[in-house]
């Protein structure tokens, strides 16, 4: 794959984001089979409706990366969510599995830094990572951020534990 086209998102992206972030999820948080509490999840979080709200929330940039109109991945940079002294959370940083070696997602994450820099005068970001997916974790410290603590994401009254992690520069 050449570099992909990175650009906001549309509405109309909407359905591919849906789809897109459903698999990813599912891919990188279930082996244990679709419980009733995942797949509720699943539904609400990537339902059509919502992204498109998301592509329309002032607080929130969606970026998408494609090549050739086939979605490779996309990021939601939240506004105004604070760690520390940082506002810029990366709420969402997603790629097609297929096509994770390929520099998307760190094209994605330098392009939402520098959006980050636009709104805010800053290119500091932190993101939440779950503490168990050192793939990600792994990413994350390759382009210089660093842990900054401990969150957590609740679903079905379990916790499950994620890194915070932090790049100032």
């Known amino acids: 794959m ?39 999840y699943i539904l609400e979080t990537f339902a059509v409706k919502r992204v498109r709200a998301l592509v329309e929330d ?34 969402t940083l997603y790629v097609h ?3 994770t070696e390929e520099g998307i997602g760190s094209a994605l994450l330098a392009r ?5 820099m636009d709104r805010t005068g800053s290119r500091a970001v932190w993101v939440a990572v779950n503490s168990r997916n050192e793939r990600a974790l792994g990413f994350y410290r390759a382009r210089g951020l660093a842990a900054d603590g401990i969150t957590y994401f609740e679903l079905g009254g379990a916790k499950y534990e994620n890194t915070v992690m932090v790049g100032r520069s």
């Open 58 to 91: 002032s607080s929130a940039a969606v970026l998408v990366a494609e090549e050739e109109g086939r979605l490779a991945g996309y990021v939601v940079l939240r506004l105004g969510s604070w760690h520390g002294d940082i506002s810029s959370e990366i709420e």
């Open 112 to 116: 939402s830094r520098d959006v980050a």
């Open 97 to 99: 599995e297929p096509l």
């Open 2 to 40: 050449s570099s992909p086209l990175i650009r906001p998102a549309s509405v109309e992206d909407a359905p591919r984001i849906a789809v897109l972030g459903a698999q990813v999820w599912v891919q990188t948080y279930v082996d244990t089979g679709i419980s009733e509490v995942v797949a509720r």
